[in-house]
């Protein structure tokens, strides 16, 4: 009794293997590379938030002496909690655009002029609309002592937006910027004082700095590595099925 033919599928061309095994190993290596990275800013998160519940729980530190000022830093010193006291020049406020949970609005960057004459820019905290002129709120006078924390200065603006010191209009907290502008004489510090307080029920609405991060890098880290591992595995199974064809497209006659 006669078998029917079976059929066996020639091989593909061998550029075309390489072809696909190229673009697996480049797909591998940006896969691995992403999942690096999202290591990478997992232990800069972790690291990140272990700073700042301990700057939470320590005592407030003095104002950065001004020969520290070129080590403070992104990493080691933003949200660190200060004590500072002085007096505001009210006349050189600056605005800049906010978006918070109290809505959109400005925060009220005014400059701190210290005992010892030099100057730091203090976030006094978020006005919306009706509160954006000064007129409309209250103005702290004599010598104050304030709480805040240190924030590293926002330079040039927004992605799409870029600060215009001629028409007034900020986007980012840019220290050096808004210091330029207001023309302030003297010693600036390189940061800013987010003011952690304010009185109750008036206008800027201080201690809405941000202290609460999501950290899902880990999980964005797997998600990278598993899609590496899917496509080593597929590049297996390519070779794997490759070598069980036999060379040609012939029907092989079995015998009777």
Do not use: C
Not at 73 to 82: G, I, M, N
């Amino acid at each position: 009794m006669n078998k029917p033919p079976t059929f066996v599928a020639p091989h593909r061309p061998l550029w075309r293997l390489l072809a696909v095994t190229l673009g697996g190993f480049v797909l591998i290596g940006v896969f691995l590379a992403l999942g690096l990275w999202q290591v990478q800013r997992l232990a800069w998160k972790e690291a990140l938030l272990a700073r700042i519940e301990a700057s939470q729980r320590s005592d407030p530190q003095p104002l950065p002496a001004p020969q520290d000022w070129p080590r403070v830093q992104r990493d080691t010193h933003e949200y660190q909690r200060l004590q500072l006291s002085g007096h505001f020049d009210h006349g050189r406020e600056t605005r800049v655009q906010a978006s918070t949970v109290l809505g959109t609005g400005w925060w009220v960057l005014t400059p701190l002029r210290t005992s010892d004459g030099r100057w730091v820019l203090v976030n006094r905290g978020f006005v919306d609309a009706e509160h954006r002129d000064p007129a409309t709120r209250p103005e702290p006078q004599g010598e104050v002592t304030l709480l805040g924390l240190l924030r590293v200065t926002e330079p040039e603006g927004r992605l799409w937006q870029h600060n215009d010191p001629g028409t007034g209009r900020w986007y980012s907290r840019d220290v050096e910027g808004i210091a330029a502008a207001q023309q302030l004489p003297g010693e600036v510090a390189p940061f800013f004082v987010d003011a952690s307080e304010g009185s109750e029920g008036q206008w800027p609405r201080a201690g809405l700095t941000i202290l609460a991060f999501s950290n899902n890098h880990l999980m964005y880290a797997l998600t990278w590595f598993a899609l590496a591992a899917m496509v080593i595995g597929a590049l297996v199974f390519v070779w794997r099925f490759e070598r069980r064809r036999v060379p040609g497209a012939a029907a092989v006659e079995p015998d009777a």
